[in-house]
């Protein structure tokens, strides 16, 4: 009886410990920190204005990185957000190839073929931004940047690895189309 | 009971738990999911079919999902998304995004019919505080919207559907009033960068720029027409450009157009076809950035892909029935009866049938 008992306890004890074994490789692979997940990310952003230029994803991580708190919501109104963000500011990205001036805009494309683009105006934080229940509020200046960090995480493929754009504010919302996901090329234009 | 049994239990009680997550994770709800795409415009209506759909097929979970028309397809041909029905506010988009695109590892096209099942009209929504709300009509709303005192929503050309089809409405109120000098009082010195109008061989072209911004407070621009309306209940905005329905389901005040105008009618297709609104860029890699007047007509399709083709086939049926056409009629969403396709042969057997 003894013995049946403690095979039993073993057994136990054997299917618990699989399981721990189990939890740990599922957190390892799945719940990493964001450094060592930024390890493997090869991407290529293309800059275009005065000069062409490419950098690789660890160059943008070198760069002065801009923080903060908002979000977005979609063209039927389901808010996603306020995250906490981390990027590069876009400024800081087209002063690499000459910077922007007031008779130029900013076109921003993705691997998906999607592109947007956005004015001088918007480039320096105007933008219409809204409350959680959708109501427009002002704000007190806003920062667009490159995201590669949300909630202290790497983006996911879903949210738009490895690089986004987001509108950072002091918890206000924006319209989802600007946050254009998958980002690979940034052209700085103008009409002429 | 003896110690052996007892460690049994224990054993499997603890193999039980840890089997649990796992077993939540692969199974969920015991329902069907059928998910559903739809423009912005249709989430009302949407809604309500939803729920007497379910009705009649408890086992069934109708996952519904809005973006704008455009979005609403890329979610399937370019960002792999499976869907089961696609409804969208333009039906040639479908034929435009779909027909020429296969679907991965196949030589498919992601869809080869279309039906146009409802129609819509564009207006002006307004509320009880909006200035000279007691006076607008048919004949002076032009002359009232350009009105020093006057602002006036309308939706990004350049995203939204409502907000192209405004532009031409207001090209086609040229003819229709005979006043050539319409579009250019109402849009013509609102953008830092112009919207412009030229003509040739009898159609007048709209060019809307890359950079939409409004250089002046009596114009306002939103991305989403639905969000005019948050503008006019605040008091912002006194009128905005909008589809009826979405107007009357908000349960605003809504002035009718002339149907010579308004892109309801297929009475006028011709003389809509007299304009078009062309992007001067391209957005999206699969979409012709040039939009040519026609009336506004809703279109659905099932995908090639789409994982439940029967039971998609018996909600689109549902919708077109006259239950489904009677919940769009509530919803100030007017029926096209019946609905028309442009490939019978390629439609499943029980939708076919009820065209008939």
Redesign the interface.
Known sequence: MRLKFYRHNRFALFIIAISLLFITITTVACGNSAGNAYKDIDWQLTLIGDEQIVLDFDEILAMPAYSGRSGFFTSVGVVNGPFDIKGVPLLDLCDLVGGVNSSEFVRISAVDNYSMVFSYNQLHGEFITYNTSLHEVDNDGLVLVLMYELDGEPLTEDVGSPLRIAIIGDNVLTEGMYWVKWINKIEILNFD | M???TK??I??AF??AL?LIPLLNTGCGSSKTPLPVIVA?SF?VPIEDLETKFEELHPDIDVQVE???SI?VI?QVT??DKEADVLIVADYSLIPMMMYNTTIASSDEPYADWYLSFATNSLGLAYTNTSKYGSEINQSNWYDILTRPDVTVGIADAR?DSCGYRAFMTCQLAEDYYDDASIFEQLFGNSF??PVTVSGEDGIQTIHV???L?PKNDRLVL???S??LL??LD?G?IDYAFQYRSVAEQHGHSFLELPPEIDLSSDDYATSYGSVMVKMD??????VQPEFNGEPIIYGLTIPNNAPHPDIAAEFVSFLISTQGQAILTDNDQPPIVPAQTDNPEALPAEIRELLQ
């Open positions: 003896c110690m052996v460690q049994r224990s054993t603890i193999i840890l912005g989430m809005g973006h704008g979005q890329r370019e960002l995203l830092t960068w720029p890359e950079i911004e939103r991305g989403n639905v969000w948050f503008l605040a912002e860029f391209q957005r999206f890699g699969s």
